[in-house]
């Protein structure tokens, strides 16, 4: 070769090798290296075709001819052609005139001033990852072996360079992504090296470390953790190392600026550098239990809360059912001979027990609904048979008050869905509550009726009425009126509590007023599912009507 | 009601003092049992009409004799009156489930009680 040639080559190299080694978009740095290596070798053309692996087809990259639009559409199969068959073999081609091969076809070859041609493999690591074409060099001077052996070296210059843009993209996005998983996973990750330096770790960990400036990176692992699990984390991280295996452990971290400290489960998993050989450290996971444990409490409270009520119920019935059981054969062996003072004695034992009965079952309604555990069995039933059951019961307790109950159950909305046996004992409540404060003499009005499309169960009552400022407080536990009345009216107050708590059970409420002349009328309001028009049955609830199953 | 015999099972003596009485009055024959593995011998060995059955009972609790005794081919036709201080809904849908005619909370009406065992012993 002459020096000439020798010296342009010897430049081109120094210069395609610059291009390559300074920072900046690949694809530039191509074009740029085309464009110098058809300047130096005075050629038509110099481009560049990638092999993609998934078509196994080369595509043009880039070229100094061609239009830039074109170069997506370019493609030739591997082993077609020139530069599939260099894409192929792996080995470079000269071609010093093209009318001496059979490529290309006789259509084409006037595109080429000379026949000369030169295609040299990109190799790295033994793989061919694309082609570089120059054509035509001056008309009659054909390419030399020599400036393919340069071509090739630029070739493998290139390819080396392509190969390092795509592993280093593709391990920023592998890094992004692992990025993203270990903030995402919700627990602490702090990995460390055999020496328990730590090597890795995520951002939720941080409130658990003691950190000042967030650097934790390559530190000690003891220098930021709590020195009471110093020992806990030793241990597992020997016993990991040892063992190559997982190990859990359950401890309690104090975490500055909470006052207990944090009941977490620490798990770990042996960290390899390679597939052989021992682990080069260990990865700890931080779990918050707190949650957990949470859940895990309530479940065991409102456990032993149902044993409790079903215990306390039954231990409080059982012997009442002896009693009244006894009592009721008394009654029945000794009846006729009875003086009127022993039958009054009778008569105590029978109501009291009754008495408490009532307080057992209002007791443990009570408790079902602030447990939020009652339910409902619903049947269609009028209100006004309900409310007749009612009357039926407080009638004597009236009639010694002398007080009268008036029933009036014309205007009932017919059957409606509800649960008959608190609704009973709702209209109970009401009924009572209207005995306990009308004065002797006083009267009762029971009704029931419908309105703006809801039925509803009246007592009227013409005793004290309520004072607007405590009406509220009445549906609480135990709270009574303010009037005198209630010195002399017994009981604790959870009537109006449960009768209110029922009706909202169904979707209802309660609606007090006072009545003019005096008196009071409370009002339990139901959703009226009117069911008289027979078309009407078998139609699905609304959605909204409560049936809320006990939960136990 | 003659020659009818029931089988009354709780472990309280109070209460199967006061029930047996009851129903002896009405011409029922009574057998007690004390807790749930008597009542299990107690129904195959007597036969009886009619058993009234407790749920908290020692040994066997009352789900566990139901279940026992629909499951043995020698009791499964003895039909059962649940007697019990249990009031829950759940309670009482779970023996219904299990093969129980019917279920009455104590303390009960004994009228009403009555009425429910003449319907059952009589095949409702």
């Known amino acids: 070769m002459e020096k000439v040639e020798a010296d342009k080559l010897i430049w081109l190299t120094r210069h395609v090798s610059e291009i390559f080694s300074s920072p900046g978009d690949l694809q530039k740095a191509l074009e740029a290296m085309v464009d110098l290596v058809r300047t130096v070798f005075e050629a038509e053309a110099c481009s560049i075709m990638l092999l993609d692996p998934e078509t196994e087809d080369l595509r043009l990259s880039v070229s100094t001819n061609i239009e830039r639009e074109l170069w997506p559409r370019i493609r030739t199969r591997v082993g077609e052609g020139f530069a599939g068959k260099v894409a192929l073999s792996g080995r470079p081609l000269l071609v010093r005139d093209i009318s001496e091969t059979p490529y290309p076809e006789p259509e084409r070859r006037h595109r080429y001033k ?34 393919l052996d340069v071509v090739v070296s630029l070739a493998n ?60 990176l390559g530190r000690p692992l003891n220098e930021v953790i709590p020195e009471k699990l110093h020992p806990v984390f030793r241990e597992l991280l020997e016993r990991t190392l040892a063992e190559r295996d997982h190990i859990h452990e359950e401890v309690e971290w104090g975490v500055r600026g909470s006052v207990n400290p944090i009941p977490v489960t620490l798990s770990t998993t042996p960290l390899y550098q390679d597939m052989r ?77 009754d008495r408490l009965h009532q307080q057992i079952v209002n007791l443990l309604d009570v408790v079902n609904i602030q447990n939020e555990t009652a339910s409902l069995t619903l049947r269609h039933i009028r209100l006004s048979e309900i409310a007749g059951r009612s009357v039926a019961r407080l009638r004597e307790a009236a009639e010694r008050k002398q007080i009268e109950i008036v029933e009036d159950y014309q205007s009932d909305a017919g059957p409606i869905l ?7 004992r709702a209209i109970v409540h009401l009924v009572d509550n209207a005995i306990k404060f009308t ?6 009005r029971v009704g029931t009726g419908c309105s703006d499309g809801e039925a509803f169960v009246s007592v009227q009552d013409t005793g004290a009425g309520i004072d607007p400022a405590i009406r509220d407080r009445i549906f609480g536990k135990f709270v009574q009126g303010e009037s005198p009345l209630t010195r002399q009216s017994g009981g604790c107050g959870i009537g109006l509590f449960v009768a209110r708590a029922f009706a909202e059970l169904h979707g209802g409420r309660i609606e007090t007023a006072n009545l003019e002349g005096g008196g009071c009328e409370f009002r339990l309001v139901l959703i009226s599912l009117n069911l008289q028009d027979s078309s009407e049955r078998g139609k699905p609830l609304p959605a909204d009507l409560p049936k809320t199953m006990g939960a136990g | ?80 009156l649940m007697l019990s201080a249990a009031a829950h809904t759940d309670t009482i849908s779970r023996a219904l489930s299990l093969g129980a005619k019917d279920y009455v909370v104590k303390p009960f009406d004994p009228e009403k009680l009555l009425e429910k065992i003449k319907q059952v012993i009589s095949g409702k």
């Open chain 1, 114 to 147: 000379s026949g000369s041609f030169m295609c040299a493999p990109m190799k790295v690591k033994g793989r061919t990852i694309g082609v570089v074409n120059v054509t035509n060099g001056k008309a009659d001077e054909p390419f030399t072996r020599e400036q």
């Open chain 1, 157 to 216: 210059l290139v390819a080396l360079a392509i190969e390092n843009v795509r592993l280093l993209t593709g391990t920023e996005m592998m890094t992004r992504r692992l990025r993203d998983v270990l903030e995402g996973i919700g627990d602490g990750v702090i990995a460390v090296d055999t020496d328990g330096e730590i090597v890795l770790h995520n951002e939720v960990v941080l409130p658990y470390l003691s950190t000042e400036g967030n650097r934790c």
């Open chain 1, 277 to 353: 050989g021992r682990p080069s450290g260990v990865v700890f996971v931080i779990h918050d239990m707190t949650v957990n444990h949470k859940l895990y409490e309530l479940k065991r409270i409102d456990e032993a809360k149902n044993s409790f009520l079903a215990i306390v119920s039954h231990e409080l019935r059982t012997p009442l059912t002896s009693i009244t059981g006894a009592l009721h054969l008394l009654q029945v062996r000794m009846q006729g001979r009875l003086e009127p003072e022993n039958q009054e004695l009778f008569r105590i034992i029978e109501q009291n027990s």
């Open chain 1, 418 to 424: 509800l649960d008959e046996e608190k609704i009973y």
């Open chain 1, 439 to 444: 004065p002797r003499s006083g009267r009762i």
């Open chain 2, 1 to 80: 009601m003659a020659g009818k015999c029931i089988l009354l099972a709780d472990d309280e003596e109070d209460i199967k003092t006061v029930v047996s009485m009851l129903l002896e009055s009405l011409g029922y024959e009574v057998v007690t049992a004390f807790d749930g593995l008597d009542t299990m011998e107690k129904a195959e060995s007597e036969k009886p009409d009619l058993i009234l059955l407790d749920i908290m009972m020692p040994v066997l609790d009352g789900f566990e004799v139901l279940k026992r005794l629909k499951a043995n081919k020698r009791t499964a036709g003895i039909p059962i």
